[in-house]
């Protein structure tokens, strides 16, 4: 595949991903969050196999591909901890 056709995948499969989330009810952020993490882990196992072609644009695509998706996953997690920690109950105190 040429980096035309790639290109056109790409931006294609953005502007997708931009109304299925634009979309979501807000009720289901927390759910969505955790299979974005998912699809994040997938998107830097195929960011990898880029930065190991032998082109120089394909690594440095690549090492960007691989910085965005691992801070998708860092912030969706954290984002995903904080929500889970408001719906935790304090401890009853006993006098």
Known sequence: MDITSSLF???????????VI???SPLLHTPLMSL???ISAIAIVAAI???G????????????AVIAATTNIVGGFMIT????KMFKREPHKSE
């Open 9 to 19: 995948v790409f931006l294609l499969a953005t502007f997708l991903g931009l109304e």
């Open 22 to 24: 634009r979309r979501v």
């Open 36 to 38: 974005t993490n998912a």
């Open 49 to 51: 196999q880029v930065m």
């Open 53 to 64: 072609g032998k082109t120089t644009l394909g690594t440095v695509l690549g090492t960007l």
């Open 81 to 84: 901890d904080r929500m889970l």
